[in-house]
């Protein structure tokens, strides 16, 4: 069993995640308008062919401790100085949420668990500081992290359809937020 250990920020600060992921589905989102307002159904669909996202190939890359996180925190798992897993939390103070901003299992551990406990410690946390709200940011493509997230009582509370190209719906990555509620209202 490996254990999860705080990332010290002076150590870890700058270290690429190498987040990276191939899918086969995506939720689809359409806007339409109506009579009365707007309809925007998602609908898992299935790709073409595979889609593989790698940020390295133009996107920014993920790491730790960027500098717009001021207080961010980060806990993960090391074993001979690799990083296999990490999670990084950022509060946002003025709306009272708990930001994940890095989530991120090597592939020599996922569906071990691991992932599971990440999400847990940040639960925890959210608990204990008394945030309203645990939020993250993934992408209507990576279906399989979507699954896990609403495995997680994580539910769909958002998303922007132009948060990384202008083209995000037609690429089918669009921005999908999600959030966790304590009080387990919103599920």
Not at 114 to 137: C, N, P, S, W
Not at 141 to 149: E, H, L, P, R, T
Not at 159 to 173: A, G, I, L, P, W
Request: glycine share 6%; proline share 4%.
């Amino acid at each position: 069993m490996l254990n999860i250990e705080k990332l010290d920020k002076q150590e870890w600060k700058g270290e690429h995640l190498p987040v990276s992921y191939t899918s086969e589905y995506y939720y689809d989102i359409s806007i339409e308008r109506t009579e009365d307002g707007f309809s925007i159904p998602v609908q898992k669909k299935k790709f073409d062919m595979p889609f593989t996202h790698v940020p390295e190939d133009g996107d920014y890359p993920d790491r730790l401790y960027e500098d717009w996180w001021e207080k961010a925190e980060a806990f993960g798992i090391v074993e001979d100085g690799k990083l296999l897993a990490a999670i990084e939390v950022n509060p946002e103070e003025w709306s009272n949420r708990l930001l994940i901003t890095e989530l991120f299992t090597d592939e020599k551990i996922r569906r071990k668990g691991y992932g599971k406990k990440l999400i847990d410690l940040a639960k925890k946390m959210t608990l204990e500081q008394g945030y309203r709200v645990l939020m993250l940011e993934t992408q209507s493509s990576n279906v399989n992290a979507v699954d896990f997230y609403l495995s997680q009582g994580f539910t769909l509370i958002g998303f922007d359809s132009c948060c990384y190209t202008n083209t995000d719906m037609q690429r089918k990555e669009v921005r999908f937020n999600m959030g966790w509620f304590p009080d387990n209202k919103a599920e």
